[in-house]
């Protein structure tokens, strides 16, 4: 069964989508600014899919709403909410898919399919699990002046694991230990 995505004019239940660059438990640098801390991930997507339809539609929902507070004039949208996955090869997982980050200031609810809460130790949560997340939509205007910066972001609010997916970055690491050595004077030599 798939899950599909919906909308509710700016607030988006995406359908399954790859977890990449996981920071749901720990506050980590977004865009690699160092200043600006917060819980983040991004989710990866199909090119057609209901999630991509659900964002167009929270996104054009989002500048409708800014373009009315702001005498018609648009976001400027230096990154945009829906992006094309780059540097993949043809064969790789990610090939031709599209992806959105997401971030927030405040502790993220990540949960189960039964609805129950995954710690921060839960092997589960990994860059390629299959996840679903709850995304706000919002245009955002900072600076005043001639040349005040605007755009459109995506602000986690949940995420819940669906299933196991294809690790991304390689493996786990733990099968690298199966030929470990017992004698434990020729290991350290």
């Known amino acids: 069964m798939t899950i599909k995505a919906s909308v509710n004019g700016n607030k988006v239940v995406t359908g399954e989508c790859i977890l990449s660059y996981p920071s749901l438990f720990e506050m980590s640098a977004y865009n690699d600014d160092p200043d600006k801390m917060s819980y983040?991930?991004?989710?990866?997507y199909e090119v057609g899919s209901d999630t991509e339809k659900a964002l167009q539609e929270a996104h054009d929902n989002a500048v409708d709403i800014f373009m009315s507070t702001h005498g018609g004039k648009a976001p400027q949208e230096e990154f945009p909410l829906i992006r094309k996955v780059e540097g993949v090869n043809d064969g790789d997982v990610l090939f031709g898919?599209?992806?959105?980050k997401a971030k927030s200031f405040f502790p993220v609810s990540v949960i189960d399919q039964g609805k129950r809460k995954i710690e921060a130790d839960d092997e589960r949560?990994?860059?390629?699990?299959?996840?679903?997340?709850?995304?706000?939509?919002?245009?955002?205007e900072f600076g005043k002046g001639k040349n005040p910066k605007s755009g459109v972001g995506a602000y986690l609010k949940a995420v819940?694991?669906?299933?196991d997916g294809e690790r991304l970055g390689g493996s786990?690491?733990?099968e690298l230990f199966d030929e470990l050595i017992d004698d434990t004077d020729d290991f350290l030599a």
């Open 97 to 100: 898919k599209l992806y959105t």
């Open 125 to 140: 949560i990994y860059a390629g699990a299959i996840v679903r997340a709850v995304l706000e939509i919002k245009a955002w």
């Open 172 to 174: 786990s690491g733990v």
């Open 40 to 44: 983040n991930a991004q989710f990866i």
């Open 160 to 163: 819940q694991l669906v299933r």
